[in-house]
């Protein structure tokens, strides 16, 4: 069964707002990823947040992980219609990664 | 230099033909893997491996088999294939300090 599992599955926003992705998992992790993948295209890796850190930023992008509640969020700021994409968590425990079901965002210009 | 490279990118094929994707990476990582992506982009782990240990998702039928010849590869070989075999395979490789390093992607349609 999927680790992860993102919502919303879709989200539609215009350009220069914020879009937040949330993720939640079930068992405990090393880390947690972010990946984006165009269409027909591969996996670009975000961003990684370990099991002991809250938060991280990487440019315009902003990483949470709250392991109490096993759950990670993914806040892209000043959005741009080059983000339109699809959106994964990934969890690492200790054989591999474990997707969740992604989350297409389209960024209206 | 691309990093992890498979081939072929795209893979058209009739049913009950046996195909392999062949997957390499220059980062001298330890840890290899290949991820299948399904129509509704559901994204599965279906091996790692490493030069110790093959360790196989329970779900993945036993038509699929990696085969590492070295370090550097890992192909995969896909026996008697089906229609639902039809995915985009995803190979990628770890040096187990959480950075994963992801392929471009074989489309493979079975018809």
């Known amino acids: 069964s999927q680790q992860g599992e993102e919502d919303p599955q879709a989200l539609s926003i215009q350009e220069g707002e914020n879009a937040t992705m949330n993720c939640s998992y079930k068992?405990?992790?090393?880390?947690l990823q972010w990946y984006r993948q165009n269409s027909g295209r591969g996996l670009v890796h975000l961003i990684l947040?370990?099991?002991?850190?809250r938060e991280k930023h990487s440019g315009r992008l902003r990483v949470t992980l709250d392991t109490s509640k096993k759950s990670s969020s993914l806040l892209i700021t000043a959005s741009r219609a080059a983000d339109t994409a699809s959106y994964f968590c990934?969890?690492?425990?200790?054989?591999?990664?474990?997707f969740g079901k992604g989350t297409h965002l389209i960024i209206q210009p | 230099d691309t990093a992890v490279s498979q081939t072929p990118k795209y893979l058209v094929t009739q049913m009950g033909n046996d195909k392999s994707i062949k997957c390499e990476q220059n980062?001298?990582?330890?840890?290899m893997y290949w991820y299948k992506q399904d129509s509704k982009k559901f994204l599965k782990i279906m091996f790692s491996?490493?030069?110790?240990?093959?360790?196989i998702n329970e779900t993945v039928p036993n038509r699929f088999s990696p085969k590492s010849p070295d370090k550097a590869h890992l192909n995969l070989h896909i026996n008697s294939l089906e229609l639902g075999d039809s995915a985009v395979y995803f190979c990628?490789?770890?040096?187990?300090?959480?950075?994963?390093?992801f392929g471009s992607g074989t489309r493979l349609t079975v018809v």
């Open positions: 947040i370990r099991s002991n850190e």
């Open positions: 980062l001298g990582h330890d840890t």
């Open positions: 491996y490493n030069n110790k240990e093959l360790i």
């Open positions: 990628a490789s770890s040096q187990g300090d959480g950075s994963y390093t």
């Open positions: 068992t405990s992790i090393n880390n």
């Open positions: 990934a969890t690492d425990i200790d054989d591999g990664l474990t």
